[in-house]
């Protein structure tokens, strides 16, 4: 696959590299950056289930009811299909739905459209849910200040405003990174959990008969006697295991069982445990129903859990900006979203980035959404329905793995894959009743971003064929250049083109204005691999054409930011020699036209020449010298 960059997708083989941390030092930082999303969800999760409950109902049946069917949503969703099964499915270590559709693309014989618009389906829901989360997790936390013992009426007012004021200082504070004080998430998230244990465990002496909530009856006696409403009940429900995705996505960066040691042993146990304690403040109290997290915590230490709770949903929240930096990179590298400005924020911890357009776009947006729907219990309507398509394009993806990775017969494909997809489709189709409230938000911005992805990726590839038309072998001018040589000139010029075996564009340009061909040429090749890393000893490849001409193939995996200086450098071990400062880079840069007659629609490529417009400068994402570059342009049609 290639894109106008003069990028092209192989496939490649890389083992993750390895990790000097302890195991406990990772499940620890595991914490703080997966489970903080999840970890926030009791302080919405259960009091909107109970408000959708029907009034006048049994409390008891409904609080059973609830518990089970959460606890259960625990079980199934977070443990059993992620836990146990998606995170088996790792390209080479790392996960999430973009990692998932490259490896799936390398099992099948030949690459699949389906594959692709899943993985483009999926990576745009990401976006629609992590621009709510924030906003969703920093309210739910702060709204606590209106029930503060004695003086919450007075506080009520400044919820909105300080929710306002953490969220703008936590996204302009991402421009200098978070990599010295990320080693303080895992811990704190740590003491959160415990907390939620801790008051959990507190309340469930008040009503030891919750525990009755463990077990599915009441779940299924709950949907039963309340039908329809019951049903709608579920995508409340689903609000419990937002942010179990994070499982999958962050494996990579902590591997796959310090994650699961910290889901099993502290997360869930914690989890369950405040639920049920939630569960017992309301079968106790039933007027707690309207926010049991905050009814169930005692006076004496309400303010210190309120704080505890607000730095929580801070880390949370970075954790899915984080994220969304993250996969902003992967679809940059695998060609689904033009050059952007991706900066590293910290020179020795990999994966410290940051981008600011993504940045912006996802500050604005949360503003946007705080304004309009100002509690949390309006964004909670919103939320939710990303995940659970985001989850299903997991497992569709999670088929081709079973069958061409595992090798299992396809019956046992679809029984797994089916098993996990009707509890999506389930949860997926609860979620959509709620799309008059809000749910249609998150829907809408992930059709803007499909279609900005399958704008980019359709005008590349006509960009592509009509380059590959109107270019010329290279093997072709090379004997057209023996037989009339041009004046010669010393030095090395090294050309970047997607397509290795034409002349590169700028080569042409640059024979027809200048009449020059340098003493060594270079056509220059950027691959980026379906696995997350390359090794260094797989880095580069050099093939000699002639005396004139060489090719070079420089493959980075979709994980890694593109450094051709410094690719260049491994050329010596493969008797390539040059000096970088001598060199010139020949970029050639397209002047698109839009036609009503070819391509796309008219609307559609002014769009993709926005983006064009708009990407970043190939000079500054490969990191080569600007003294050095030399870009000759061309006009193309679209």
Request: net charge positive; proline share 6%; charged share 15%.
């Amino acid at each position: 696959m290639a894109d106008p960059t003069g990028v092209a997708v192989e496939a490649a083989d890389e083992p993750h590299g390895a990790r000097k941390e302890s195991f406990w030092a990772l499940a620890l930082g595991s914490v703080g950056v997966v489970f903080g999303d999840i970890g926030t969800s009791p302080l919405y999760a259960m009091r909107e289930a109970l408000g959708h409950a029907r009034p006048g109902g049994s409390t008891e049946l409904a609080v059973l009811g609830v518990v089970s069917l959460i606890s259960w949503a625990l079980v199934l969703i977070v443990t059993v299909k992620y836990v146990v099964f998606l995170m088996r499915a790792d390209n080479k270590g790392e996960g999430g739905t973009l990692a998932l559709m490259a490896l799936a693309q390398r099992l099948l014989p030949r690459r699949s459209a389906t594959v692709f618009y899943l993985g483009v389906v999926g990576a745009a829901l990401f976006y629609g849910d992590g621009i709510i989360t924030p906003a969703v997790s920093v309210l739910g936390a702060l709204e606590g200040l209106a029930l503060a013992p004695g003086i919450g009426h007075r506080l009520s007012a400044w919820v909105l405003p300080l929710a306002a004021v953490i969220l703008i200082a936590l996204f302009m504070a991402q421009s200098r990174g978070t990599a010295r004080i990320a080693r303080y998430f895992g811990p704190i998230t740590a003491v959160w959990f415990l907390t939620l244990a801790g008051l959990g465990l507190w309340h469930i002496a008040d009503a030891p008969s919750i525990l009755r909530g463990l077990s599915p009856y009441y779940g299924v006696l709950f949907l039963t006697k309340n039908g329809l409403l019951g049903f709608a009940i579920l995508g409340s429900v689903f609000l419990a295991v937002t942010g179990a995705e994070a499982l999958y996505a962050d494996m990579g960066h902590f591997g796959k069982n310090p994650i699961r040691a910290a889901w099993l042993f502290l997360v869930l146990p914690c989890l369950l445990l405040n639920y049920l304690g939630q569960g017992a403040v309301v079968l106790r109290h039933p007027s707690a129903r309207a926010n049991p997290f905050f009814e169930m915590v005692p006076d004496l230490v309400y303010w210190p859990v309120l704080l505890l709770a607000t730095v929580a949903t801070i880390v949370a929240s970075q954790a899915v900006i984080t994220g969304a930096f993250s996969m902003t990179q992967q679809a940059v590298q695998l060609g689904l979203f033009p050059r952007i400005d991706i900066r590293r924020t910290s020179e020795t911890q990999a994966g410290q980035i940051f981008v600011p357009q993504v940045n912006t776009f996802l500050l604005v947006g949360v503003l946007i959404l705080l304004v309009t729907f100002q509690t949390s219990h309006n964004l909670s309507a919103a939320y939710g329905i990303a995940v659970t398509g985001a989850m299903f394009v997991d497992t569709l993806l999670f088929y081709v793995i079973v069958r061409r990775m595992w090798r299992r017969p396809r019956w046992q494909a679809l029984l797994a894959a089916g098993g996990f997809g009707v509890l999506d489709v389930v949860f997926i189709s609860s979620n959509l009743l709620k799309i008059p409230q809000g749910a249609w938000l998150p829907l809408v911005l992930g059709a803007a971003l499909v279609v900005i992805i399958w704008t980019w990726t359709r005008g590349a590839q006509i960009l592509t064929e009509k380059s590959r038309r109107d270019s010329v072998p290279l093997a072709e001018l090379s004997e057209i250049l023996r037989a009339r040589a041009p004046h010669r000139v010393p030095g090395t010029a090294i050309f970047l083109t997607s397509e290795p075996d034409m002349a590169p564009v700028a080569l042409m340009h640059n024979l027809k204005h200048n009449k020059v061909l340098h003493q060594k040429n270079v056509v220059l090749t950027v691959n980026v691999a379906e696995t997350p890393r390359v090794k260094d000893d797989d880095r580069v490849k050099i093939e000699p054409v002639n005396e004139d001409f060489s090719r070079v193939l420089i493959s980075y995996g979709f994980m890694e930011s593109p450094n051709i200086p410094k690719a260049l450098g491994l050329c010596r071990r493969q008797g390539l020699k040059f000096d970088i400062m001598a060199t010139s880079f020949f970029l050639g840069r397209r002047s698109v036209v839009p036609s009503a007659q070819s391509g796309m629609p008219l609307w559609q490529d002014k769009l993709f020449i926005f983006l064009m417009k708009n990407a970043a400068n190939p000079t500054d994402f490969y990191k080569i010298p600007p003294g050095r570059v030399v870009e000759l342009g061309t006009q193309v049609t679209v």
